[in-house]
């Protein structure tokens, strides 16, 4: 059996929202034999591994004056939700491009679901408001960048009555909490969500600054920041991931089996896990145990995530837009959220002449971006589109002109 096209790179868990709550689980110390300190250098500028959820100076002056007003106006929990979500006001916008701490977010207005629910939190906490942070179940969202995997969770955060107005006692109970979330609400009421604790948003931050460091090359960062998230909070297994991929990246595979080994003790049937094994017992001269181990992820995942898009770009590339078309559609149809299936499925589109199609899944592409290079991108393409269309257009309008000498 052949290694399917889902592990030829390597998978990373990336927290796209944070989870966490007011009070302090107790985490069980972390695998420190698990560490390599050894083979990496020390970073140039100490990571700022404290408290992504500070509140800076200049969120402590918009809290004194802008959200104070709202509060004064609609109470603490509406007034705070009026002064950082309502239009007109912060003007926040989604980025996913990187994460941003509370305060980084408040700065540029924009951030990603981890960043803008930790802004939130350091808000809350300022004013004293009751909170939670929910992990929220859905399906796993892949996306890939530079040959690596990426699988993005999503969470949300509550806000409990302020604690003068519950006889100064926080209760949890649905009708005592106010939930913000980025997802549609008929999206968010199909899914199940657990609470978890402040340590595991911390571990989330850490390792997302892993991931995105490993993906400029900073191998070193990327390795203290996973090291870190698996200090602050050792349950938090995408961190071992992000390590495994670190260990491999450097040669160090007996390490990196080491790791994703400790990840499937305690989750078997980790997908993410499962596929970088494949590739380190590889490396490690053991095909027959690889082999083993990817029956079993594809049995978990009979198609890969992107395999459809991979036979469509080679589709393209051939000139055979009709097949392109349909292998894309059948990848949008199970990762509608992925703005690079979109753009391509107008590709072909457009190499089959059909300029409206292309035009509408410009416009999803556009729609689903989650960074900001990512919406000038596909904003122009469209631009681009529609001015053929416009000048099209005015060509059929203008009249014939006769030729000379009739």
């Not at 929910?134 to 969770?153: C, D, K």
């Not at 999206?187 to 991931?211: C, K, P, W, Y």
Request: charged share 20%; proline share 5%; aromatic share 8%.
């Amino acid at each position: 059996m052949s290694v399917r096209p889902l592990i030829a790179a390597w998978a990373i868990a990336l927290a796209a929202a944070a989870l966490a709550g007011c009070a302090t689980e107790a985490v069980e110390p972390p695998r420190v034999d698990v560490f390599a300190d050894a083979a990496f250098k020390p970073p140039v500028a100490p990571l700022d591994t404290g408290d992504p959820l500070r509140l800076s100076p200049a969120m402590q002056r918009f809290a004194e004056t802008e959200m104070a007003q709202q509060i004064r106006a609609k109470g603490v929990r509406d007034g705070l939700i009026d002064a950082l979500y309502t239009k007109g006001r912060l003007q926040l916008d989604y980025d996913s491009e990187i994460t941003r701490t509370a305060a980084e977010a408040f700065d540029v207005r924009r951030g990603n679901c981890l960043s803008l629910v930790m802004m939130t939190a350091a808000f809350a906490r300022h004013l004293h408001l009751p909170y939670r942070f929910n992990s929220v179940h859905l399906e796993e969202n892949w996306t890939r960048n530079n040959g690596i995997f990426f699988v993005a969770g999503h969470v949300n955060i509550s806000l409990g009555r302020p604690l003068s107005a519950a006889a100064r006692v926080a209760v949890y109970g649905d009708p005592e909490l106010l939930t913000i979330d980025f997802l549609p609400p008929e999206q968010l009421g199909r899914h199940r969500s657990r609470v978890v604790d402040e340590s595991t948003i911390l571990a989330m931050f850490q390792n997302n600054r892993a991931a995105e460091a490993l993906l400029r090359g900073q191998l070193d960062e990327a390795y203290w920041w996973a090291r870190a998230a698996v200090l602050t909070d050792s349950r938090w297994l995408a961190a071992y991931n992000t390590l495994a991929v670190l260990y491999r990246r450097k040669g160090l595979h007996a390490q990196a089996e080491q790791a994703l080994r400790l990840v499937l003790a305690r989750e078997p049937l980790n997908v993410q896990a499962l596929s970088n094994l494949v590739l380190v017992l590889g490396d490690l001269g053991r095909p027959e145990e690889a082999q083993v181990h990817a029956a079993q992820l594809a049995q978990m995942q009979p198609v890969p995530p992107y395999k459809f898009f991979d036979e469509g770009v080679v589709a393209m590339k051939a000139g055979e837009f009709a097949a392109a078309r349909s292998l894309f559609r059948k990848e949008v149809a199970r990762a509608a959220y992925v703005p690079e299936f979109h753009f391509w499925l107008g590709l072909a589109h457009y190499g089959l002449g059909d300029v409206n199609g292309a035009r509408g899944e410009l416009a999803k592409a556009l729609e689903h971006s989650a960074t900001t290079h990512d919406r000038h991108l596909y904003g122009a393409k469209l631009a681009w589109l529609n001015e053929q269309r416009d000048l099209a257009q005015q060509r059929r309008r203008e009249p014939l002109m006769p030729r000379a000498g009739s």
